[in-house]
């Protein structure tokens, strides 16, 4: 039982990525997905989550407006488009599958399980 994020990078300011979260084990779309992000010095943040459905959709005021989630339930993945990328989005980015639907917020980090390892992203001119 596993996740594993890729598609981290080096961008300018300004830039895109697009996370990807891929499981194996088992069935992601019995799960919630939320994406975390940890930069050096601060607490981990919680993102953005999408319910198990994809009714439902969550971003933090950090990231509104130029953060995407999405999931591919026949792929088994989940997905994290970023665009009009800031210095301050510097972090290893995580992603996480919770069995606590996502409505209206991010359940805290204690309530998902699995996670993935982690993706390096640096926005920097």
């Known amino acids: 039982v596993q996740l594993v994020e890729s598609g981290g990078g080096l961008v300018q300011p300004g830039g895109s990525l697009r996370l990807s979260c891929v499981a194996s084990g088992f069935t992601l779309h019995s799960y919630a997905i939320g994406w975390f992000r940890q930069a050096p010095g601060k607490e981990r943040e919680g993102v953005s989550c999408?319910?198990?459905?994809?009714?439902?959709?969550y971003y933090a005021d950090s990231v509104k407006g130029r953060f995407t989630i999405s999931r591919d339930n026949a792929k088994n993945t989940g997905y994290l488009q970023m665009n009009s990328l800031k210095p301050e989005d510097t972090a290893v980015y995580y992603c996480?599958?919770?069995?606590?639907?996502?409505?209206?917020?991010?359940?805290?980090?204690?309530?998902?399980?699995?996670w993935g390892q982690g993706t390096q992203v640096t926005v920097s001119s």
């Open positions: 999408i319910s198990r459905s994809d009714a439902s959709t």
């Open positions: 996480a599958a919770s069995v606590e639907d996502c409505s209206g917020y991010v359940a805290p980090a204690e309530e998902y399980d699995p």
